[in-house]
């Protein structure tokens, strides 16, 4: 009795209730096809049963009703029906995994495993990036600085014998007016005052970054009489 309390032990709910019905069979001195036929089921699916393979049963209530039926036909309690659903969740749920798993590592080792032309145009994306931002940066620092003169406007004939230079440019900007250094306020403003003889007056504005080019605008100013 122990021995054969042992034995069952190692075996999984399938098995033992496949044994079951194949041992209540072979007490009733049943061939399978008798059963087969008297129940009205497919031969392959009582080996099926008797063997523990009930996922190879019809899926859903046909299957159940296969087990059902076989149970009820040699009086077993239905309830054992239950395990057997636990058993074959447990086991799809098993296969899922596996079978995620299956497609997620040629997935990886796809990826690990990229063709070097991949490699090659990746790493060709990431030199043009830090190539762009270089030719960027260095650009910014020789191309000349943007002067924006608010005040005079070209080629201007006033009266006045002196006029205001009114400009806007980059903070930390260089700015000379006729060779003149200007300061300039944090946001680049900057103004000046400047003396005009009559006539003809030209007014240059140099603007230039520490290693730039200079920016040079002029102003061509007449003084009527």
Do not use: W
Not at 43 to 62: C, Q, R, S, T, W
Not at 78 to 104: A, Y
Request: net charge positive.
């Amino acid at each position: 009795m122990n021995e054969k309390f042992k034995k069952n032990k190692i075996l999984n709910n399938n098995e033992i209730i496949a044994q079951e019905l194949k041992n209540v069979r072979q007490k009733n001195k049943l061939t399978k096809q008798t059963v087969a036929d008297k129940i009205n089921i497919n031969i392959k699916y009582i080996e099926a049963m008797e063997n523990g393979h009930f996922d190879k049963l019809p899926e859903g209530v046909y299957g159940k009703n296969f087990i059902r039926e076989y149970m009820r036909f040699f009086g077993i309690n239905t309830k054992m029906i239950n395990d057997i659903e636990n058993t074959e969740t447990k086991k799809k749920l098993l296969k899922k995994q596996k079978r995620l798993f299956s497609i997620k590592t040629p997935s990886i080792r796809y990826f690990i495993a990229l063709p070097k032309i991949i490699k090659n145009i990746i790493i060709t994306v990431l030199i043009l990036i830090c190539a762009s931002y270089l030719i960027y940066y260095i650009n910014n620092i020789v191309s000349p600085p943007k002067i924006l003169i608010i005040y005079p406007q070209k080629d201007q004939v006033i009266k006045k014998s002196n006029i205001t230079i009114i400009g806007k440019t980059e903070p930390e900007i260089n700015i000379t007016i006729n060779n003149k250094k200007i300061l300039l306020s944090d946001e680049g403003n900057f103004s000046e005052n400047i003396n005009l003889n009559t006539g003809i007056n030209v007014i240059t504005i140099v603007g230039q970054k520490k290693y730039s080019k200079q920016q040079v605008i002029v102003r061509n100013i007449i003084v009527e009489k």
